[in-house]
């Protein structure tokens, strides 16, 4: 395996690691905001607090007195 080989593969790993930790911290984040709609909170204050828009919240955590 040359140096080319070697930074490649090095970069895959981490990339990897990466992703794991971004699907985790995914998971935990769109895991609160059900927590926080069950609680009463709206998407547009969510939204605030994240960053993402007020749309994004509301598909990942939908009013759960409409869902009932």
Same mark, same amino acid.
């Given at each position: 395996?040359?140096?080319l080989?070697?930074?490649?593969?090095? =970069? #895959?790993k *981490?990339r990897?690691?990466a992703e794991?930790a971004?699907?985790?911290a995914?998971?935990e984040?769109? /895991?609160?905001?059900?927590e926080g709609? =069950? #609680?009463? *909170?709206?998407?547009s204050?969510?939204?605030?607090?994240t960053g993402?828009?007020?749309e994004?919240? /509301?598909k990942?955590?939908?009013?759960?007195k409409?869902?009932?």
């Amino acid at each position: 395996m040359d140096e080319l080989d070697a930074k490649i593969e090095t =970069a #895959a790993k *981490k990339r990897s690691r990466a992703e794991k930790a971004f699907n985790a911290a995914d998971a935990e984040l769109r /895991a609160l905001l059900v927590e926080g709609r =069950a #609680a009463g *909170k709206g998407p547009s204050h969510m939204a605030k607090l994240t960053g993402f828009t007020r749309e994004w919240v /509301a598909k990942i955590a939908p009013d759960p007195k409409r869902a009932a």
